[in-house]
């Protein structure tokens, strides 16, 4: 991508109102953030502007609610935080927009320019925390403003890099006393200029696709940021093989979709591994990571003849194994090019790779999930809360057992309806998203996130944020009294545990004390939505800690060594 301006005119404003009017001229309404002294202009700024400020109780979860602004909007989620740790505490969300491809833009304090490199507090220059160093592997885009008849230009720089595929965070540091500074600014008119990208050996891409016996498409976050939903359905029905897809691009194809087998990783289903174990001899990769999650420890999934790889990240090419062909460039392109290159195929090749799929289906038996009584089978919760609150809603998942259980029951039928942060997988990164979320898309389309009773504990603090600004996000957590996904694999791993025990909070009594609306779940029907939410709703079910799921991560802790 390519920016190309001109200047039309000077005009004298100060720093910080400059920023605020680019930023309200390309979308943006709401920024999120925590104030301090090497950023107050931008915090004074706001006042007069029309740009909703939502003053968090944490940087870091400030940026989660940013992410999760992003997916509502699909324009970059901004964050407003002072130098220092202020700016370190986003390092974590940052770091995950980074693994999720979610466009970020950090707008960060910066302590005076004559007191750079004297040794003066939070001090974010190269004799100082080094804050570009800290940030250079996660980032996108990253400068700082020397010159405010710049700062337009710069805006412009990191708004197309966090928008550019692979998309993701960039961070701008602006100086305490050029953000206060009045300057004849130049105003600039950016246009993205789409790249082109070549295809050559998609013909023979093609057929290996055509000659095979077993393949399979995978799907992957690329797949999802790049929106490839119809072009994977049109790909896997031209060349009838089935479609899998990692946690991240969940509900890219519909999975009520025939040829949608579901999710290889966590919450796998029956159907896919029917089919992963009778075998793959051509694998499509499109964005997918093909980390340890997706591949069961780089143990499953690898092809016996040939693996194929689209994508827009080069880092992400021949990465897990070697793939015999990989194609670079923009996804969209390279698909609607290999759609090109694939021959219809003879009716028999349909009918015998379609009598495969159909044979994969057959191992989905009906599962005896039902929310009877408490302690729930959590389960049942997901295809409970599902079926109450199904429709138009969105649904989250934060990091722990209740992921897996809500991977593998919730059935996501369009793109957009889902979304778990695993890239990074940091625990309070769904609660973050699903009030961003919630923030962004307003009262019309309900948010639900599940999440854990320790998730709660640890960011819970945010539904104070929530109920401020009265943000309609469902929190439904699992309360079992411990940290599930940590206790089930030390147990799996050593045969012992014990470390992931949850001090004894009450859940509901935590969330009223923050302004949350709280029901305590003792059957069914207490799932159902309210008539009316003008703030968080707190759905506190006690889980029956028993019910597991295998993690396919826990494999990789271990060691020939361990107990049990």
């Not at 693994?99 to 004559?114: F, K, S």
């Not at 412009?156 to 600014?185: F, I, K, Q, Y």
């Not at 309070?428 to 962004?440: D, H, L, N, Q, T």
Request: proline fraction near 7%; include cysteine.
């Amino acid at each position: 991508m390519s920016l190309v301006g001109r200047t039309v005119e000077l005009r004298s404003t100060r720093t910080a109102d400059t920023i605020l009017g680019w930023l309200q001229g390309h979308g943006i309404e709401r920024i999120y953030g925590i104030p301090g002294g090497a950023v107050a202009p931008l915090f004074d700024a706001l006042e007069d502007s029309p740009i909703e400020l939502v003053m968090c109780q944490h940087e870091g979860m400030a940026g989660y609610l940013a992410c999760g602004e992003a997916l509502a909007t699909g324009r970059p989620g901004v964050v407003l935080v002072t130098s220092g740790p202020g700016v370190l505490n986003t390092i974590t969300p940052v770091a995950a927009a980074f693994q999720d491809e979610i466009p970020l833009l950090v707008l960060a304090g910066e302590v005076r320019t004559d007191w750079s490199g004297r040794g003066a507090l939070q001090d974010g220059g190269p004799a100082g925390l080094d804050v570009r160093s800290i940030f250079r592997s996660v980032t996108r885009f990253q400068d700082e403003l020397s010159q405010p008849e710049r700062v337009e230009h710069l805006l412009a720089a990191a708004w197309d890099a966090a928008m550019t595929h692979p998309r993701g965070p960039s961070l701008l540091r602006v100086p305490v006393d050029l953000c206060a500074e009045t300057a004849s600014v130049p105003e600039w008119r950016a246009s993205v200029q789409a790249k082109s990208c070549s295809h050559p050996g998609l013909e023979l891409a093609a057929e290996l696709l055509a000659e095979a016996q077993r393949p399979a498409l995978l799907a992957g976050v690329g797949a999802r940021s790049a929106g490839l939903g119809p072009w994977l359905e049109e790909l896997a029905y031209r060349m009838r093989m089935p479609i899998l897809t990692d946690l991240e691009a969940k509900g890219v194809v519909s999975e009520t979709d025939p040829l949608c087998l579901g999710l290889h990783g966590p919450g796998q289903g029956p159907a896919v591994s029917a089919y992963v174990a009778g075998g793959i001899d051509v694998l499509l990769s499109v964005g997918s990571r093909l980390d340890d999650t997706v591949t069961h420890g780089f143990a499953a999934l690898r092809p016996s003849r040939a693996l194929i790889q689209l994508d827009h990240d080069p880092g992400r090419l021949h990465r897990a194994w070697k793939a015999e062909l990989g194609f670079v460039g923009d996804l969209r392109l390279l698909c609607e090019a290999l759609l090109e290159a694939c021959e219809p195929l003879p009716p028999l090749e349909l009918l015998r790779r379609h009598a495969l799929i159909t044979e994969a289906r057959g191992a989905e038996v009906a599962e005896p999930h039902e929310m009877l009584e408490a302690p729930f089978d959590p389960h049942g919760v997901v295809i409970e809360l599902q079926r109450r609150w199904g429709g138009d809603a969105i649904f989250l998942t934060d990091i722990g057992n209740h992921m897996l259980f809500t991977a593998h029951s919730l059935v996501v039928e369009r793109p957009g309806a889902f979304h778990a942060s695993v890239g990074l997988a940091g625990m309070g990164s769904g609660i973050g998203a699903a009030m961003g979320m919630a923030a962004g898309l307003g009262a019309g389309k309900p948010v639900v996130c599940v999440c854990g009773d320790g998730g709660l504990l640890m960011v819970g603090n945010e539904l104070a944020t929530c109920a401020r600004y009265r943000i309609p996000v469902v929190l439904c957590v699992f309360d079992d009294g411990y940290l599930g996904m940590v206790e089930a694999g030390m147990q799996a791993v050593y045969g012992r545990t014990g470390t992931g025990l949850l001090p004894p909070v009450s859940v509901c009594a935590f969330a009223r004390s923050l302004g949350a609306a709280v029901i305590d779940v003792g059957r069914p029907a207490d799932l159902r939505p309210p008539w009316d939410m003008e703030g968080p709703l707190v759905l506190r079910v006690p889980i029956d800690p028993s019910v597991r799921l295998a993690n396919p991560r826990d494999a990789g802790f271990g060691s020939e060594h361990s107990h049990g």
